[in-house]
């Protein structure tokens, strides 16, 4: 009979409450040696808290923690990594200003309690561990200059350098390439060669499949699945997940073929970027572009939105040209756009609901005397706080504490409050959980249905077939490909991507 292998981590029964509400509430999971075991669940479902008792960050109300036979309450972040639990958050937490072997060697040198550090043993400490994984790192390369999967393989290392028994990996893909995931997952068994448990946080359910071989789903705090990965499908996950059936079918009628144009796109050129694009958008049509990483797909979209304006080309709005030089020029012209990295370029973080929703149209409430309309303001933000579905106690909450689909949805109020013509989104839903991730593209056809054009930047194809009336497909800076209606499921669009 085959011995069943010991678990390296186990928690039993935790409980941790914030202000009298259950973040968890008795959950119990265990990791094994040299398994990939997924956390999934929706935001607000209480994996970040019972990511952060395992590492040490917080302590809980109730409940046992097991590492390697050793019970305890609760752990310090020191008595984790001791213990060979680390963590990689989503941002890595790495120093931009340092070098690779730097960011590497970091906690090693912290744990020695050194005194001096030794440029030479610190560069050896990094070349072994990155050696022994089959890497190719440029040591020697400051970390602000490296691509995102490349920062991601460095925090990797560091983790390994500490002997970790298990590594948490929080959102690995969220700005990965197709190649730079397949790449990642080659890391992650060899890690389970080695004998690391990994718990994989994911919101992308076709990964969760392809990698993991048992997962824990959250919801409320609680645990509603645990099983055998191989056990499931990503529509009965997602189903877990939310508590409901997810449709992820075609969801939009056809266009009318007398709906205006809103925008026209004519020959439009930026040297590295994109060459000679054009294209048309309806009025009430969703279109999508999509492409490869570097394929031009964000570079189209900002220079119609004059982040980086086209050198060459025409844009016209209902009709008129516009010369786009400047984001000025293109919300004069009505266009809006919700950037992909919404943390850092489309919201004040430490500002409330309320601030964000109107920052873009303040100018809109005023009077003839240049006096803001405050009730009008505060009429404005209560109907779109409820149109949009905003989870949050109230609009005077702080956009920092909202989970990434509510942050999303406040980055859209900001932009609806303005009544654009034309709305881009560029990754509208990345790093959203799956409930959320539904909800937000209805709110992108109901929009499109009250006459607003919508372009969706994406890679995420289930997303492009559920929601465009057509796509675009980019390759080097190019259109090489269209499909409309019909023609669009999934396998045409990967197949036309690679081509």
């Not at 645990?223 to 499908?233: L, M, N, Q, R």
């Not at 005023?366 to 404005?380: A, C, F, K, N, P």
């Amino acid at each position: 009979m085959a011995q069943v292998a010991q678990p390296v981590l186990e928690v039993r029964d935790i409980v941790k409450t914030y202000g009298g509400v259950h973040a968890l509430n008795g959950v119990s999971l265990s990791l094994l040696p040299g398994e990939v075991h997924c956390l999934a669940g929706e935001n607000g479902s209480g994996k970040s808290t019972l990511i952060k008792i395992i590492s040490g960050v917080e302590k809980p109300d109730s409940g046992k923690i097991s590492i390697s036979d050793q019970e305890r309450t609760h752990l310090t972040p020191s008595e984790a990594i001791v213990s060979g639990v680390q963590v990689i958050y989503q941002d890595f937490s790495l120093f931009p200003n340092l070098s690779a072997a730097e960011n590497i060697a970091m906690l090693s040198e912290l744990a020695e309690r050194r005194k001096l550090s030794s440029r030479t043993r610190i560069r050896e400490v990094a070349r072994r561990i990155v050696e022994d994984l089959g890497l190719s790192i440029d040591l020697d390369a400051d970390v602000a200059t490296l691509s995102v999967a490349d920062r991601q393989l460095i925090a990797i290392c560091r983790a390994l350098v500490g002997e970790a028994k298990v590594l948490i990996m929080d959102e690995p893909t969220t700005a990965l390439t197709h190649t730079e995931v397949d790449r990642l997952f080659i890391i992650v068994r060899r890690l389970q060669e080695r004998g690391v448990a990994v718990m994989f946080v994911s919101h992308k359910l076709d990964e969760v499949l392809q990698i993991s071989q048992r997962l824990t789903v959250l919801r409320n705090g609680e645990v509603i699945e645990s099983g055998v990965a191989s056990d499931y499908t990503g529509r009965s996950i997602a189903k877990a997940m939310t508590g409901r059936e997810v449709n992820d079918a075609r969801l939009v009628d056809a266009v009318p073929e007398d709906a205006p144009v809103l925008l026209k796109v004519s020959e439009l050129t930026r040297e590295g970027g994109f060459d000679r694009v054009s294209f048309e958008l309806r009025s009430g049509e969703i279109l999508g572009i999509t492409g490869l990483l570097g394929s031009g797909r964000s570079e189209i979209a900002e220079a119609i939105f004059g982040i980086n304006p086209a050198q060459s080309g025409t844009i016209a709005v209902d009709g008129e040209v516009h010369r786009i030089g400047s984001i000025r020029d293109a919300v004069k012209a009505g266009i809006g756009y919700v950037p992909e990295d919404r943390l850092t370029q489309g919201l004040f973080l430490d500002q409330s609901i309320a601030d964000n929703m109107v920052a873009a149209s303040l100018d809109s409430y005023r009077s003839r005397t240049g006096l803001l309309d405050r009730g009008r303001i505060r009429t404005s933000i209560a109907e779109l706080f409820a149109r949009l579905r905003i989870a949050a106690p109230n609009v005077a909450a702080m956009v920092r504490s909202l989970s990434g689909g509510n942050a999303q949805r406040v980055v859209l109020a900001k932009w609806l409050d303005r009544r654009p013509h034309i709305l881009i989104l560029n990754g509208p839903t990345v790093g959203v959980d799956i409930g959320s991730k539904e909800e937000i593209l209805a709110i992108l056809r109901e929009q499109a249905a009250e006459g607003i054009g919508v372009i969706v930047i994406s890679d995420d194809i289930p997303e492009l077939v559920s929601s465009c009336h057509r796509i675009l497909i980019v390759h080097e800076g190019r259109v090489v490909s269209e499909l409309i209606g019909d023609e669009i499921d999934a396998e045409k669009i990967q197949l036309r991507m690679a081509a």
